[in-house]
């Protein structure tokens, strides 16, 4: 990797401030300084900027328990991004592997591996998300039959592929769906003459929350989960 490149793969320097650093022999490889930023540093060395090892942050894979009134997009919004919650460096390189709505609470997945987010939410995966949904209205009767059946949404061409849908109680229901159309859930609850009062997701893929995350609390993903929810296992 180039050394420009590398510092600021490691560091909080813009482009710029980079050359700048290295113009001022503040940056040393294996003990010499270099301060031409197309150097070339190859694995193994070392890099200092005044007198600190740095070294590049790479892949990171985090699960966060996302609380009510975050949004995952990282526009300009009256909600705070859901990303805002994480103490790490280089946020702005994060992004939700899919997406919850403002109200919506629980499993969210957040990393800046492009290819890794691909494999979990593409549709040919059927990757399976279970929510756990507050109902305004008692369950109708036949609610099993109907999600296992599909449902056409309204704007939508083609019905929801078959779901999965267990009665906690009559107004509380557990549902496993492999899409992530917008709103889907409650929009599945609203066909059937319902509302949602309050939705959680409670696992994607074989993964669940963490009970021990706290509401807004997060952890980094163990190199076993990441490769088991690329591989849809």
Not at 20 to 25: D, F, M, P, T, V
Not at 69 to 84: A, H, K, L, N
Not at 112 to 138: F, M, N
Request: proline fraction near 5%; charge should be negative; glycine fraction near 8%.
């Amino acid at each position: 990797m180039r050394l420009d490149k590398y510092l600021c793969e490691s560091t909080d320097l813009t482009r710029t401030q980079a050359r700048k650093a290295l113009s001022a022999g503040e940056i040393t490889v294996n003990g010499t300084a270099i301060k031409n930023g197309s150097y070339l540093v190859a694995q193994g060395d070392e890099v200092r900027w005044d007198d600190e090892v740095i070294a590049p942050i790479g892949l990171r894979y985090i699960m966060l328990n996302k609380p009510a009134g975050y949004e995952c997009s990282i526009r300009s919004s009256q909600y705070p991004p859901v990303i805002s919650l994480l103490d790490v460096e280089k946020r702005d390189r994060l992004h939700t592997v899919g997406r919850l709505d403002v109200e919506t609470t629980g499993l969210i997945l957040i990393t800046d591996d492009g290819q890794w987010t691909h494999r979990i939410i593409s549709p040919r995966h059927r990757c399976d998300k279970v929510y756990l949904a507050t109902l305004a209205e008692p369950l109708v009767p036949d609610a099993e039959a109907v999600f296992t059946a599909g449902i056409l949404l309204d704007g939508e061409e083609k019905p929801t592929l078959p779901a999965v849908l267990q009665r906690v109680d009559e107004r509380t229901a557990r549902l496993t769906i492999q899409e992530g159309k917008y709103h889907q859930v409650r929009r599945m609850f609203a066909a059937l003459g319902n509302h949602v009062v309050a939705l959680h997701r409670e696992r994607i893929g074989y993964l669940g929350l963490d009970p021990d995350l706290s509401p807004g609390e997060s952890r980094y993903l163990t190199s076993a989960e990441v490769e088991r929810l690329a591989s849809g296992a």
